[in-house]
């Protein structure tokens, strides 16, 4: 006999199968990422079709087989789908759901993983912030849930907290001081932050998700804080991703 089992997730991906089905990707707080098969869910009576597209979050209630989960029953507790009706925020969903896939793995609790990209795609539907800025907000917690953060509340080298400080590739910041009285430092390509971009990453690392998109930023630095994002993924996450090709098309191929 099949186990049943009910999960909270949201719809990644979604394509057609046979001539009614769908197959899904799942994120889920349970289980991680998985896979579903959602047997006639291309009709448009079916009550599996509207929470079986990307963007929706709810309740999944699901046979597990073998090798794989068969979707029985949705309640759909929110949905995005908006998101699909404008171009640009596709393109930066879609950003944000290979991220999520990147980083997470099937039978691998990831509830913070779902709780951030639920909260990132609740600010974008809002169109409050600028959608540069909510990428960036979403790469950083991101980074930060895998572990792969870096130091920005004190030097690195004499552990003092510092309102101006040296980015480098090494781990974290170096502040001024250390900087000039260790020349060799100079080797590692160094990135400096205003003190103003460095609030401003030091709030995105600390702020309660229910916060961490309260907040604007001006041109000068939000262009401060992608050249920053730019150079740090760069160095700390050596993969690319499909999806960033739509968003420089987006923009003209001048967000990096």
């Known amino acids: 006999m099949r186990e049943q089992v009910t999960l909270t997730g949201m719809v990644l991906t979604s394509s057609p199968m046979k001539e009614y089905d769908r197959r899904i990707e799942l994120l889920t707080r349970e289980r991680g990422r998985?896979?579903?098969?959602?047997?006639?869910?291309?009709?448009?009576a079916n009550p599996l079709s509207a929470g079986t597209i990307p963007f929706h979050f709810g309740e999944y209630t699901l046979y597990q087989g073998r090798n794989s989960y068969t979707v029985k029953a949705?309640?759909?507790k929110k949905s995005f789908g908006d998101i699909?009706?404008?171009?640009?925020?596709?393109?930066?969903?879609a950003y944000f759901v290979e991220l999520a896939q990147y980083f997470t793995r099937e039978n691998i609790e990831a509830s913070g993983e779902l709780l951030l990209l639920y909260v990132t795609l609740l600010n974008m539907q809002k169109a409050v912030l600028k959608l540069?800025?909510?990428r960036i907000i979403y790469e950083m917690r991101m980074m930060q849930l895998q572990?792969?953060?870096?130091e920005l509340f004190e030097c690195l080298r004499c552990h003092r907290a510092n309102t101006a400080a040296v980015y480098f590739s090494a781990g974290g910041l170096v502040c001024e001081e250390c900087?000039?009285?260790i020349p060799e430092l100079r080797s590692y390509y160094p990135l400096v932050l205003s003190p103003d971009a460095l609030y401003t990453l030091q709030y995105i690392l600390s702020a309660p998700l229910e916060k961490?998109?309260?907040f604007t930023v001006t041109e000068t630095i939000l262009s401060e804080l992608e050249h920053f994002m730019h150079s740090y993924l760069g160095r700390f996450l050596p993969h690319t991703f499909k999806t960033l090709d739509f968003i420089r098309e987006e923009t003209g191929g001048t967000n990096e």
């Not at 998985?34 to 448009?44: E, L, M, Y």
């Not at 699909?84 to 969903?93: I, L, N, P, V």
């Open 74 to 76: 949705v309640a759909v």
């Open 212 to 214: 961490l998109y309260s």
């Open 84 to 93: 699909a009706e404008d171009y640009s925020m596709t393109c930066y969903a």
């Open 147 to 150: 572990g792969q953060g870096i």
């Open 179 to 181: 900087a000039r009285s």
């Open 132 to 134: 540069p800025l909510i």
């Open 34 to 44: 998985i896979s579903a098969f959602a047997p006639g869910a291309r009709r448009a």
